[in-house]
């Protein structure tokens, strides 16, 4: 079985504080390494954490505020660096080029990494390939603001006590799968009667935004939601004024969209403990969670 977890590799919002640093999210899945707004500092994160840079496949900026995108640059470099075979590909908003590129080459080193861009211009499905689904909608924040929403694909699976009841076993078992149905001692077996299908898990990650219709569309029935809960709901006037989350809001957003799990980042940085992040939103979502540097959360199949 392939790892599935989500690794936190920072979880402070603008300023860093002596326990978080700048937010960085590693979700590893189906052999795949999806990275979230490697902020500052994020290249040694991985080291702390004990990962390898180069299970990194797919790097994700939701925008181009510092926080969010600083460790952009060292990130590339580092997979430069260890000459990774495989493709990187880099999803941001379109609009913001200038700002990426700047990030990827503002510095002086030979490139050898194959980084496939992905500007992004319109909310929709952005890619659907290799066995996932890759949603972007814009957020409300006071710069363009993409959150994300993977969706592996269905996955047809097979009842075993069924099949032997059937008698079907071996290579037929691929001819059935190809053609739909078989003939099995003079009796007509079709797919369905031996299968199911199981449903593909979603991930979902909202940050740095206003309630929206978009971020409860992004956390619909989203196996493991990420968000933000930069501040508590007694400072709801600052998350306000700054296009941001209260641990309340996420917790409405996750109880709207019929979430199951919830975890909590992106914290201001004038408090201490996010204890109280977590009453207030389990007292609206009681699956909630939140995130710590270097916690590994698991996304169970």
Known sequence: MTVRDLVIL???SQVPTRFRNHGAYLLRW?????LFDPGEGTQR???YANIAPTCITR???SHFHGDHCLGLGSILMRLNL???PHEVHCYYPGRFKAHFDRLRFGTVYHNTLNVIEHPIFESGVVEERAGFRIEAAHLEHGTENIGWRITEADQLKFDKEKLKDKKIKGPIIRELQEKGHIEVDG???SLEDVSWVRKGDTFSYVVDTRECKEAFELAKGAKLLLCEATYLNEHKNLAYEHHHLTASQAAHIAKKG???KLVLTHFSSRYQSVVE???EAKQIFPNTHTAEDFKVIPFEK
């Open 10 to 12: 920072g979880s402070s």
């Open 30 to 34: 189906n052999n795949e390494g999806f």
């Open 45 to 47: 994160q991985f080291i």
């Open 59 to 61: 790097i994700f900026i």
């Open 82 to 84: 260890d000459k990774v």
């Open 187 to 189: 009796q007509k077996v």
């Open 258 to 260: 019929h979430a199951k």
């Open 277 to 279: 992040h977590l009453n």
